[in-house]
C-alpha cells in the first residue's frame, strides 16, 4: 500500500513502528526473496505516516556460531530514559528461538548485546523443538512495555507451555526487569487450549483497560472457531482489567483478518500517537498470489475502544492531505452528463450498474449507500477491464448481513458478481451507510462507517472503469467523493 523495499529481491514482513522527534521509524524483517526467511531488519523514515524514504539497515544475521546466526525474528524499540533506544529482536538457530537486544543512540547505528537476554525456561514453557507441533521452541514476538505502578519492565512472548496438546498450548508468556538487560522468567500471562501459537502479541491499555492483540491462522493446524467464519487468519485481542492475570476473550475478538486460503492482513500492531497518546494501529499487507508473498506496510489506521470495550480499527485522514479531486465527467453507462440539482451533480440510471471515466489503481472513493428496499446488493465497482471483462465489486449484500469483496464480470451482456473472494459479517440492519475505499496498486482497505472491515490484496493492478453496482434493490449513491492520490 505505502512502503515496500524498493529493490525486486527484497521484501518486507512483520513491522514496528516508532514515533520520534525527526519523524516515524519503520523496522521490518527485510526478506531476500531468494530466501524464505529473514537475515536483516529493514529501515524507513517518515514525517507524516504516508511518506517512506528507505534508510540504512539496521541489523544483520551474524556469522554461524553466533546466536543469532539464523534468520531474525519480529522485534520492537523501547526508548529508555537515559536517552538510547532497546531493539529486541528474535533470531532462530538450530529450531531454538531466542530473544537479544541492540542499542542505540539515535535509531540509525546499533550495538548489539552480545548475548541473548530471554531464552525460554521449564517449567513453565515448552524447551524441547521435538515436542512442538511446529518442531520448534517458540519464543520470539516480545511486547516491551514500562509499568509505572510496579517501575518494572515487563516483556510479552510469543511461547507455549509444555506437555500441550498439538491443538492447543500456546500462551502468552512474561519476563520482567528493572534494567531492560536482566530479565526474570515469571509464569504465562495466558495460556490456550485452542491456538497452537500467539504471534507478536501487543499488550496496552486504552480507556481503563488492557488488551492484548495476536496474530494466529490455520496453517499452525488448530481450527479454532471465530465469531465470522469469513476471518480466521489474522490479528485477534484479548481484554483484561489487570495487566499479568484475568486475560479474556471478546464475543467478537477480531481485529482485522482474512479467509483460510489468504494473508490479506496478518500481523496488526498498535504505538502511542506521540502528541495526544492515542492508539495508532498499524499493520503490512500481503499479496498471497505472488509466489514469493510479496508485502507491502498499509496506510496507519487509529484504534478505538467501545464502552462496552470491544476494539475498532477507524480510518485516519493521513492519506486524504494527498489526493486530487476528480470531477465526475461523463455517465458512461447512459452515455449522458450529469445535471446539477441544490447545489450537487447528480445522475440517475435503471441499469445496474453505471460507469465513471477513470480508473481506480491510485484512489480513495467515498460514498453514501441508501438501499430503498429490505433486501439487495450495492455497492462499488473498481477496476473493470484490467481483466478479460472483469472487475472487483465491493457490495453491501443485506440479506448475508455481510460486506463482500469478489470479482464481477460480464454475463450475457450484464455484470455479474461472482461469489465472494473476502467477506466480513456487519449490521445491515440500517438502510444508509458510509463506504471508504482506498486503493493503492494491488492493496485495499474497505471501511463501513469509518470502521476497517476488510484490508485486502488483489492479483490485477486495479486499472480499468470504476462505477456503480445495484442488485436485486434499488439504491441511491450520495455524497460521492473521489480522489486521485498524489503520491
Known sequence: ?????????????????????????????????????????????SPDLVHWTSVRDALHAEASGTWDSGWLMTGMIVPHHDGRYYMFYGAMVDQVQRIGVAISDDLYHWHKHPQPVMQACAPFYETDPRRSPNHEVAWRDPCVIYDADSAQYYAFICARVPNASHSGGACIAVCRSSDLLTWETLPPAFISDEYVCMEVPDVFRLNGRYYLMFSTAYWFDSYYQT?????????????????????????????????????????????????????LFYHHMVRRQHPNDLASFGAVKQLAATPEGALRVLARRDV?????????????????????????????????????????????????????????????????????????????????????????????GALRRFPPIQARRADLSNTDYRLRVLVRTHYLDVYLDEVLLIAFSWAHMPYGKTGFYVENAAAYFSQSHFAALTF
Not at 476471518?231 to 482485522?256: K, M, Q
Not at 453514501?368 to 472487483?392: K, N, P, R, T, W
Request: with cysteine; glycine share 10%; aromatic share 10%.
Open 227 to 279: 465469531a465470522d467464519p469469513n476471518c480466521v487468519n489474522g490479528t485477534f485481542y484479548l481484554v483484561s482489567d489487570h495487566l499479568l492475570e484475568g486475560w479474556r476473550r471478546p464475543a467478537e475478538p477480531i481485529v482485522v483478518a482474512s479467509r483460510e486460503s489468504r494473508l490479506d492482513s496478518y500481523v496488526g500492531r498498535s504505538v502511542a500517537h506521540p502528541s495526544d497518546g492515542s492508539r
Open 1 to 45: 500500500m505505502l512502503y515496500a523495499p524498493e529493490s525486486p529481491l527484497h521484501g518486507l514482513w512483520d513491522t514496528w513502528l516508532l514515533p520520534a522527534e525527526d519523524g516515524y521509524h519503520l523496522f521490518y524483517l527485510k526478506r531476500d526473496l531468494r530466501d524464505r526467511f529473514a537475515k536483516t531488519i529493514g529501515h524507513a523514515i
Open 320 to 412: 486524504d492531505q494527498f489526493t486530487r479531486a476528480l470531477e465526475p465527467g461523463e455517465l458512461y453507462t447512459l452515455g449522458g452528463t450529469w445535471h446539477a440539482h441544490n447545489g450537487e451533480l447528480c445522475g440517475q440510471a435503471s441499469a445496474p450498474s453505471l460507469y465513471l471515466p477513470y480508473g481506480t489503481e491510485a484512489v480513495l472513493i467515498e460514498t453514501q449507500i441508501h438501499f430503498a428496499c429490505e433486501s439487495g446488493i450495492a455497492g462499488l465497482v473498481i477496476g473493470y477491464g484490467c481483466a478479460a471483462e472483469q472487475g472487483l465489486c465491493i457490495a453491501l449484500n443485506r440479506a448475508a448481513s455481510q460486506l463482500e469483496v469478489g470479482l464481477c464480470g460480464a454475463e450475457f
